[in-house]
Each structure stands twice: as structure tokens, then as C-alpha cells.
């Protein structure tokens, strides 16, 4: 069977993305994690834009966490730049929301206030910044109304007062979600947040995030490891091969997201030509070679 071509993209310019500031420019970076080893990034380049929606995809280990915790400011390049909204980010950063496999969620605390957690983290967070000399001042009510609504919001308003322990994987997952969410981001990094789900409850999520992005015009990057996920969600794709990545193809997917694109011809092909890529850089780690 032949597959189309993957449209090499050239290695592109250091210039802001049409209408102003990029959200993410990724700017001549590399990153490797010790000298001795082959750098995951070498003199690398992506531009993200306001608004969009991407997919990041590659072979494991390819560097797919390592750039999302660059972009997050929880690694620093070693030379070149990450700048979101123009500026570096040296570290997190507010209005970063980074959502991972794990859900990262308190099993000690409840949903509602779980839920509230980066909330009052960030209220806690702005008292320490009082003035010298000042007292820091206790923090005020707690604003669990913004939690609240973006539970009800995901559909598990009713989950309010139970445990971790006692929500299913997809329900954890919504609670990262409205938590991340209750923080008005404007960048929203996702690490593999479906894979551990059912295919329902992946594709229920899925669903969401589409109409939440849609809606609330978030920056989006998701990792997956999923061909499909990519291909639905991904309205830019951007396929990582093994380190050092130098170059990496984009593929515009233009019908990412919208009712029925799963059941279009367009769905198919975009599937059928990730899986070819993904294919072809594995066959250059067998040989050896640096795809
Ligand atoms: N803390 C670390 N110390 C040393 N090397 C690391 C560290 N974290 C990641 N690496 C290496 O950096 C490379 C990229 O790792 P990264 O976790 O970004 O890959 P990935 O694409 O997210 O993989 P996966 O799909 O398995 O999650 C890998 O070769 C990995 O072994
Ligand atoms: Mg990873």
C-alpha cells in the first residue's frame, strides 16, 4: 500500500506566528539531559499560536514530556529559547495549565477539594508576595465556587464530597481537568491524559476537550501516544522522531475535532499517514540511524 508523502517540513524561521506574539516559540533550543548523552533537542524550532490545537506525537522516549516540561518551566534549555506569550519561563508559570497521566490528585482531600486546590495554592501563593514588613495576610474565603462550577461543568458536580479511592479513571481525570481549568489558563499542556481510559471514557474525554478548547479558545499541545487521538484532536500535528530531533514534520489537519470527522475519509488517511511516519522512524532506531 502506498502512503502519502509526509510533508517534510523545512526547519522553520524564528518569526512570529501570523497575527503577533506566538503562544510558544521554540526558538534554535537545545536540551539534552546530561553531557554525555545524545541531546534530545539540537538547535531546535517550533511555533505555536495563539489559539491552536496540537498534537504531539513520536516513539517513546523521543522527547514528547521533555518539551511540554520545557514549555511549563520545569526544565531550562541549555542554549536557545522557550518563550510563551514572548516571554522565557524560567519557571511555572500561573497561567500554564499542565495536566498529566496521573492526575496528580490528593488522595487525603475530596473532589470539591481537589478540585480547589490550585486555587487556593495560587491565593497562598500571591499572600507570600505581600510587601516586607507587611503581615501575610490569611488567605481570604476560599473561591471553591470556580471549582464547583467547572465540576458541574464536566459532569461530576455529584462527586463533590468523595475521595480519589473512589472515582473511576475517567472521573480522576475530569477532576485534573476542572481543577486546571478553575485556573484560567491560557496554555494548556496535556501529558498522555487519556491512555490509561477505557475507549468510551477516552473518547467521552476527548469529545470534551475539543468542546472546551473550542469555547474557551485555550492554547492547546496534548501528548499522545495514540494515532487516532492525534488525528481527531490535533488541528496541527507535530511528529517527533528519535533524538536529536533537529527538524520535526507538521500536518495540517483541518478537520480536527468536529462531529463526524472520526467516520470522514480525511480522518482515515491522516491515520493511515501518522502510522506511516511513526513506522518509518521506528525502522530507523532498529537500523541504528537517527530518523
Ligand atoms: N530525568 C531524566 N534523566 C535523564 N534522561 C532522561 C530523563 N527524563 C527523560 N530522559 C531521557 O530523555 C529522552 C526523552 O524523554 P521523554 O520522557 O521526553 O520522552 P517521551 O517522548 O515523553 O517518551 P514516552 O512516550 O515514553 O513518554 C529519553 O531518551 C529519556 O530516556
Ligand atoms: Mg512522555
Known sequence: MSVAPIPSAPKPKPEPAAGGTPAVGVRDLVFGYAAEYVPVFDHFDWTVAPGEMWALIGPSGCGKTTLLYLIAGLRQPQAGQ??????????????????????????????????????????????????????????????????????????????????????????????????????????????????ALDPLTRRDLQDQVVELQAELGITTILVTHSVEEAAFLGRRILLLTAPPNRTAPVIDNPGAGQPGFRAAPAFAQRVQTLHAHLGEVASGIRSGGQA
Not at 141 to 168: F, M, N, V
Open 82 to 195: 522557550v518563550l510563551v506569550d514572548g516571554s522565557p519561563a524560567p519557571r511555572p508559570r500561573a497561567s500554564t495549565g499542565l495536566i498529566l497521566q496521573d492526575h496528580g490528585l490528593l488522595p487525603w482531600a475530596t473532589v470539591a477539594s481537589n478540585a480547589g486546590l490550585g486555587l487556593r495554592m495560587g491565593r497562598l501563593y500571591r499572600n507570600k508576595q505581600a510587601p516586607p514588613g507587611q503581615p501575610r495576610p490569611y488567605p481570604p474565603a476560599l473561591p471553591q465556587e470556580e471549582a464547583t462550577r467547572w465540576l458541574d461543568r464536566l459532569g461530576i458536580g455529584h462527586l463533590a464530597d468523595k475521595y480519589p479511592a473512589q472515582l473511576s479513571g475517567g472521573q480522576r481525570q475530569r477532576v485534573a481537568i476542572a481543577r486546571t481549568l478553575a485556573l484560567r489558563p491560557n496554555l494548556l499542556l496535556m501529558d498522555e491524559p487519556f491512555s
